[in-house]
């Protein structure tokens, strides 16, 4: 069955299809950055856990031809890639909290290299108002349902304190905001047709704690 679904245009990806080409923009730049003029399908398999047969579907999907035993042209998936992406309507976003995530997610501009263009950056301390974070000067938090407004934004990013995150996810929601990135170490509520991703770092850590005391602790059998 096909991972892309025809939708008129633009064409939309599967879920899983969408997350590959993600990892592909960043293989394929490290590849870049490294002097390489081809990466290769099983090279990309490798870094994605996956078949090799699977990434040559996927460049089919695109539309880059690669070069038997060769790879395909470096120059190529990126340019299929950032086509991808600019077929794929610009998702507005605001993100609210300008402390460490909230600046690093900003100054990557990860949301602008995968369709998502940021509008706004929202923090309640007045001392950081007016100050550049990236492209943006910080505004006041008393303007996040307006400029939600304004810009039609339907995704919300949460980089604040577990305390204050509750409290910005219900306004978000209230102002039409679909789906929430929150970063904050909280489980929030929301309303039905809202849609929440939470990344929590504090529990990653755990499960990297436990990853080496597995690993520190594992015996290696004996060849018979």
């Known amino acids: 069955m096909s991972e892309v679904v025809e939708s008129g245009s633009p064409r939309k990806l599967s879920r899983a299809l969408a997350g590959r080409l993600a990892r592909y923009r960043e293989i394929v730049d490290a590849a870049r950055t490294a002097?390489?003029?081809?990466?290769?399908?099983?090279?990309?398999?490798?870094?994605?856990h996956v078949d090799g047969t699977l990434v040559r579907k996927d460049m089919a999907c695109l539309g880059v031809v690669g070069k038997p035993?060769?790879?395909y042209p470096v120059a190529d998936v990126l340019s299929a890639l950032e086509k991808h992406v600019d077929e794929q309507t610009q998702r507005a976003a605001v993100l609210v909290g300008a402390g460490n995530m909230g600046t690093a997610l900003v100054t990557s501009a990860t949301l602008e290299r995968h369709g998502v263009h940021l509008e706004a950056v929202f923090d309640r301390d007045g001392t950081k108002v007016g100050l550049p974070v990236g492209r943006h000067q910080i505004s006041p938090i008393d303007q996040l349902e307006s400029m939600i407004n304004q810009c039609g934004a339907k995704l919300g990013v949460v980089t604040v304190p577990a305390d204050s995150a509750q409290e910005i996810i219900d306004r978000m929601a209230r102002a039409g905001i679909k789906v929430i990135w929150n970063f904050a170490p909280i489980r929030p509520q929301v309303p039905m047709g809202v849609r929440v991703l939470n990344e929590h770092l504090a529990e990653s850590v755990g499960r990297l704690s436990r990853?080496?005391?597995e690993?520190?602790?594992?015996?290696e059998l004996p060849v018979s």
């Open 35 to 48: 002097g390489k003029a081809y990466v290769s399908s099983d090279a990309c398999g490798r870094e994605l």
């Open 211 to 213: 990853y080496l005391d």
């Open 215 to 219: 690993a520190e602790h594992k015996v």
């Open 69 to 71: 035993h060769v790879g």
